[in-house]
């Protein structure tokens, strides 16, 4: 069936450190969300991506879509404490409406 | 505006008994899509709802598991003769029409637990 496979699914970054997730979709995507849940609360809609190419930045977080809009990564530059929480992508299948969840990756700064 | 409701927050039911998940979407929105997230994993897609029809539930378990989103009122999620392993946390999401695809807000889950 349609995928969105999501990793790594644990990272563990010292503070001040940079943390990266990449997902991968077997089939094109019409779009692609991120979401961040922070531990014991809820996803939170961070970003749309829907052009082929597409960066989109948010202060300290880079959001891509690949040229086949099939791939898609979120790079966060210097963690910060509340940078922590589960990311995960969510891609918009093409071929049809349904939105299709990665497993997240959980960011994890040691202490 | 009011962000997406649910209640109860949290839900203990005994094994066998039945549990009423309730979700009300934000201001506008005509969407509304149920999740399961089991600990320490990802969220699971049960069901996709607009106003008086269930348009995908494909992530829904075929027994015991039930949707609705009537013309008045919550969407309601209705799980029967509950077992252990139903215990998880339950999202409710809602997004604004006209097209399906948009940014998904989520409330702040139901937590269940069968004992």
């Known amino acids: 069936g349609q995928q969105v496979m999501q990793i790594p699914q644990y990272q563990h970054v010292q503070e001040g450190e940079d943390f990266t997730t990449y997902c991968n979709s077997s089939t094109t995507l019409s779009n692609i969300q991120w979401y961040k849940q922070r531990p014991g609360g809820h996803p939170v809609f961070l970003i749309q991506?829907?052009?082929s190419g597409e960066v989109k930045k948010q202060k300290r977080l880079t959001f891509q879509f690949g040229e086949a809009k099939k791939n898609s990564s979120l790079h966060i530059t210097a963690t910060q404490t509340t940078d922590v929480g589960t990311y995960f992508c969510a891609g918009l299948m093409d071929s049809n409406y349904q939105l299709i969840w990665g497993a997240g990756t959980k960011l994890i700064i040691k202490p | 505006n009011a962000g997406v409701m649910q209640n109860p927050r949290h839900l203990v039911r005994r094994r066998g008994q039945e549990a009423r998940l309730r979700c009300s979407p934000m201001?506008?929105?005509?969407?509304v899509y149920w999740y399961r997230q089991l600990p320490e994993e990802g969220l699971k897609f049960m069901v996709y709802l607009q106003k008086e029809n269930i348009i995908d539930e494909s992530g829904m378990p075929k027994e015991r598991f039930s949707a609705e989103f009537p013309k008045e009122g919550p969407s309601i999620l209705r799980i029967q003769q509950v077992v252990r392993g139903d215990s998880a946390a339950y999202f409710c999401?809602?997004?604004?029409?006209?097209?399906?695809?948009?940014?998904?807000?989520f409330g702040p889950g139901t937590r269940l637990t069968v004992t």
């Open positions: 991506l829907v052009k």
């Open positions: 999401a809602s997004s604004p029409p006209p097209d399906y695809g948009g940014e998904q807000y």
């Open positions: 201001k506008g929105h005509s969407h």
